[in-house]
């Protein structure tokens, strides 16, 4: 089966009017060097029943968290969605629609677009956002490359990550500043928080491994809550960089900003992360949508779409792709960034999101998330053999416990016996702590999942 | 009601429909015939006012909200929240620093359930979409998305599947990467692939990454130099400054195909080359046909050749570029394997490389192996992720890629089977090629030879001075997307038609009455065109206002 719709006869008609004897013929403008005669190496087409089964064959393969709890968060987190999400963004005019770079014909998109930016400067207190970047990863490189771009007077030599950012953004972040041939230093958590004063010793210790030679530092990036699930001193840190004469640059969960200051409010000059837990399921890891706002006098480095409002002719409100100069199809080789698509759909998807849970239901939401881990971490640390492992430092909806067992053992016990799928096993990131555990309890988690859940864990020795 | 019901206003783009299961619209003309302007008029009512033919203003425009902010009304309600269903309260001061408290809520918008579907619904009706107009953008193939594949997306086990979970909860999903890497190294005639990269230039940027470390690796150091046609997408250069390499412009011929005699220039004693990033087809439509000899070329230079696969549609399996002399390539899934644009995404950008360059693809990377039972016969495959490879660039983003657009490439794969796809080249080209055949005796076609998916006019030297964006504007009226205008660049007021294979001959056919009747237009009327489009609910916006007055958040 195919989706080609033209038939023998149209085909005869169309080659007539071209004036070629067969598609073949149209097709030797290949030269026949460079042919392929052969049949490609795919497997047989089906018919819609058989796709539909295979389909649900492979899917039946795969052990996901629908109908069934999970607990496992570490940057992708699962969160109540309103029914009319799907509804809404399963019309056609959202997702079959192109880049609404025709204005006239995109007024739609680019007005949730337009939404979009808006609520998520308020959400972060901060005065411009992109239209969506790939993700929380590729979010928080970009933050980087922006702030290295706004310290090109200076000739940037470094950035400074705190190893509270995800591991993943922190790989990404080594990947792309390898290959720009920019430094990264990596501060040490200690008891699962980012100290101030760490940043200023990774700096000297920087300074004194290059025999003297002072990093020039673009930006320090941090992530609160942290990816152990620990509230970072957000001030204390944006201060700490400022003092470097670095630009802060702050990850964060938007669902925490319920319940936590907006980083935008307590220094930071960027704030970046991954929205898709608004309105979207965790998908294997993608697509997601990462979001990135910053101060309006950055504007014009930031990477990606920006929308804005103007008017037409007869001065009738509209909104438009704006700032488009930073971009690759004008600016080419000297754009802000080589982004072109953006995550719109998902970016949709959390816009009508937060309008319907909107102001009071946002706010609720957090605490709901904010109670229910609470309640979970207070049972578990007074199982025997299990504590918080960072019992100084505050969480919102995630959190390290440190339990009798590997913590691999416990995810296997907990699915296997229990129809559970459990936390992040921290092992898998830093092999000297395979115990802890990492627990991402939200509004998803029902008492009852968090009871039988430290019932399991009782049993587990 | 789907545009179906509408004969009248055959390609209304702003009829409702019911979301998804509304898809059998597509491709909703009505057959054949000439349009006539009113079609698109009495479309355009949503959101705007509509007139009669003495000017008398039948139904006055009545603002709506313009953004759901504007539609709050200060402690209104949406959906309520979980709750905190027998779980104690907590009070964020009591278990939280002070400073860390958020002291006021976010200004999220105050709206009802019912009025926030509105809104969104009315939204929707304004933006043009595959599902109720053709799209015949160059250089994106906006083919049909087929809603099997959104059915195969919906099923449980794919969309809750979290990234983090261990390789044995997720052999379904693994498959299916294992499985699209197979098919995407057959149509490339490479033999790795990496499903990382997020979209197409993520794609071109991950490929970079790829070829400077293994440049690095094997005495390439001082190769700085990546050498690119001035036809090239804008993505191409942009990504090669990301990558920290310089690149340097090849002229293209009058046929667009590269310029030996400047490649040869360029390339000079080629120590500082590192590469050349070639779109094939190119830009203007047309097979690259001395591509045998540029990636000969670049190859005696010691570079690698990377080939922008944004035109794939073109040639899935009647060339693989493994057999031109590709080095590396990148997919958009989301043209050439049908994922719906989204609105702008979401997309993925595969790329597969040679031989050589496998080892330093992005990790974690997908492998399996036999599993047999006593006797030594294989019974089945173990799926597994691989997380350290010693050459590999490392990641390039969070966890391993779009899987939501890999199911649906799958699916549609899986649908068109081997001949399937070769008939997608075929008929991509044939409609292009019929549209080239219908037009050329009144519009300048570019290149008047035989193109290949797309075909590439100038509105160059029209009657009364009428421009591309002119005809892209009055296209829209007629209730058909504009194609992609002033691009490539070396085409003087360019419009790049790219049909795909899934139009009709009647969509076609309509699509070419229309351009006639607007050359007639501009002819006889030419400030319609000017000032069109008339039939929708905005009029060309000031861009220039919007950055000098800019407002960005409302």
Not at chain 2, 6 to 27: I, M, R, T, V, W
Not at chain 2, 85 to 96: C, E, M, R, S, T
Not at chain 2, 266 to 282: F, H
Request: hydrophobic letters at 40%; charged letters at 20%.
């Amino acid at each position: 089966m195919n989706y080609v719709q033209n038939t023998e006869a149209d085909r005869k008609a169309m080659l007539a009017t071209i004036g070629a004897p067969s598609v073949d013929a149209l097709l030797s403008t290949i030269p026949e060097d460079c042919r392929f005669h052969g049949a490609l190496d795919v497997e047989r087409a089906l018919t819609e029943d058989e796709l539909l089964r295979e389909m649900r064959s492979l899917a039946s393969r795969n052990t996901g968290a629908d109908g069934r709890a999970s607990f496992l968060g570490a940057g992708l987190y699962r969160h109540f969605c309103p029914a009319l999400v799907d509804s809404l963004v399963s019309r056609t005019e959202y997702w079959t629609a192109y880049t609404p770079y025709q204005p006239e014909a995109s007024q739609g998109t680019l007005t949730t677009i337009f939404e979009w930016q808006t609520m998520m400067c308020r959400l972060t207190g901060m005065e411009v956002s992109n239209a969506s970047l790939y993700d929380g990863a590729t979010a928080v490189v970009e933050a980087l490359l922006m702030a290295l771009r706004l310290k090109d007077a200076s000739t940037p030599t470094h950035v400074v990550l705190s190893k509270g950012l995800h591991p993943d953004a922190i790989g990404a972040v080594k990947t792309y500043m390898g290959s720009l041939g920019y430094g990264v230093i990596e501060v040490d958590l200690a008891e699962g928080a980012t100290p101030a004063d760490a940043l200023g010793k990774a700096v000297a210790a920087a300074t004194a491994a290059s025999k003297g030679v002072a990093p020039v530092v673009a930006a320090v990036a941090l992530q609160s809550p942290n990816f152990f699930g620990v509230v970072e001193d957000v001030r204390a840190l944006c201060d700490a960089a400022h003092k470097l004469g670095a630009m802060a640059v702050v990850s964060a969960d938007p669902i925490a900003l319920s319940v936590l200051e907006a980083p935008g409010d307590q220094g930071a000059d960027m704030v970046c992360g991954e929205a898709t837990p608004m309105g979207n399921k965790p998908w294997f890891g993608g697509p997601g949508v990462g979001y990135l706002c910053a101060k309006m006098e950055s504007v014009r480095q930031m990477p990606a779409r920006i929308a804005g409002e103007t008017v037409d002719g007869k001065g009738r409100r509209a909104v438009v792709l704006t700032f488009q100069t930073r971009e690759q199809h004008i600016r080419r080789a000297k754009a802000t960034s080589n982004i072109c698509t953006s995550q719109q759909l998902m970016a949709l998807r959390a816009t009508i999101w937060m309008s319907l849970l909107g102001k009071d239901g946002f706010t609720e939401l957090g605490r709901t998330n904010l109670a229910r881990a609470h309640y979970a971490a207070s049972r578990i640390a007074v199982i025997p053999g299990w504590k918080l492992t960072y019992p100084k430092q505050s969480f919102f909806k995630e959190f390290s416990v440190t339990g009798p067992v590997p913590a691999a053992r416990v995810n296997r016990e907990l699915l296997r016996k229990h129809d559970i799928i459990g936390g992040f096993d921290v092992g898998r990131v830093d092999p000297a702590r395979p115990n802890d555990w990492l627990l991402a309890v939200t509004d998803m988690n029902t008492k009852d999942e968090i009871d039988r859940l430290v019932l399991a864990l009782e049993t587990i020795r | 009601m789907t545009t179906m019901d509408l004969p009248k206003h055959p390609a209304s783009p702003d009829s409702p429909n019911n979301g998804a299961h509304a898809g059998g619209a597509a491709g909703a003309h009505v057959p054949g015939g000439a349009a006539h302007a009113q079609d698109g008029a009495a479309a355009g009512a949503a959101g705007g006012a509509a007139g009669s033919p003495a000017g008398r203003v039948l139904a006055p425009e009545i603002p709506r909200p313009f953004t759901v902010f504007e539609a709050s009304v200060p402690g209104r309600r949406g959906v309520r929240p979980p709750g905190l269903q027998g779980v104690p309260a907590v009070d964020p001061a009591k278990v939280l620093p002070a400073h860390s408290v958020r002291k006021t809520a976010a200004a999220l918008p105050e709206i009802g359930e019912l009025d926030a579907m509105r809104h969104y619904t009315r939204l929707s009706s304004l933006n043009f979409s595959i599902a109720n107009a053709f799209y015949p953008l160059g250089s994106c193939t906006m083919k049909y998305n087929p809603l099997i594949n959104e059915s195969a997306a919906a099923l449980p086990g794919f969309g809750d599947l979290h990234p983090m979970q261990t390789d044995d909860q997720c052999q379904g999903m693994l498959e299916l990467f294992w499985r699209v890497e197979r098919w995407l190294i057959a149509v490339s005639g490479l033999p790795f692939v990496s499903l990382h990269p997020a979209a197409g230039a993520h794609g071109e940027l991950t490929a970079l990454m790829v070829m400077r470390k293994y440049l690095d690796r094997n005495g390439g150091r001082k190769k700085k130099v990546i050498l690119i046609p001035d036809s090239a997408h804008g993505t191409n250069p942009a990504s090669c400054t990301i990558a920290g390499f310089d690149t340097r412009e090849l002229k293209s011929t009058e046929g667009g195909a590269v310029d030996l005699a400047d490649l040869e220039a360029k390339i000079g004693n080629g120590k500082d080359i590192a590469g050349l990033m070639i779109t094939n087809p190119s830009t203007l439509g047309l097979f690259v046909k001395n591509i045998r000899a540029i990636t000969d070329r670049v190859h005696k230079a010691g570079g690698l050749v990377y080939m922008d696969g944004a035109n794939m549609n073109a040639i899935v399996g009647r060339t693989r570029p493994g057999d031109f002399g590709v080095d590396v390539m990148h997919f958009n899934l989301h043209k050439t394997f049908s994922q719906p644009h989204g609105g702008g995404g979401p997309g993925a950008g595969p790329i597969a490389v040679s031989a050589a360059l496998g080892p330093y693809l992005p990790v974690p990377k997908v492998d399996r192996k036999e599993l047999k039972d006593k006797s030594g016969k294989v019974t089945g495959h173990r799926y597994f992720t691989v997380n350290k490879a010693s050459k590999s660039i490392g990641r390039t983003r969070g966890f391993m890629g779009n899987a939501g657009v890999m199911v649906r490439a799958y699916t549609y794969m899986r649908a068109n089977g081997p001949e399937g796809l070769k008939a997608v080249a075929d008929n991509a080209v044939l409609n292009a090629n019929y549209i080239r055949a219908r037009l050329h005796k009144t519009w300048r076609v570019w290149n008047d030879e035989t193109c290949m998916h797309e075909v590439v006019l100038s509105a160059k030297g029209m009657p009364n001075g009428i421009r591309a964006l002119d005809v892209a504007k009055r296209l829209i009226d007629y209730g058909i997307h504009p194609p992609t205008i002033y691009f490539p660049l070396i085409v003087p007021e360019a419009l790049m038609i790219e049909p795909t294979e899934t139009e009709s001959k009647e969509t076609l056919d309509r699509f070419c009455d229309v351009m006639l009747a607007i050359w007639r237009e501009a002819e006889t009327d030419p400030e319609l065109l000017r000032t069109a489009p008339h039939t929708r609910n905005i009029g060309r916006p000031d861009e220039v206002r919007a950055v000098k007055v800019p407002k960005v958040i409302a």
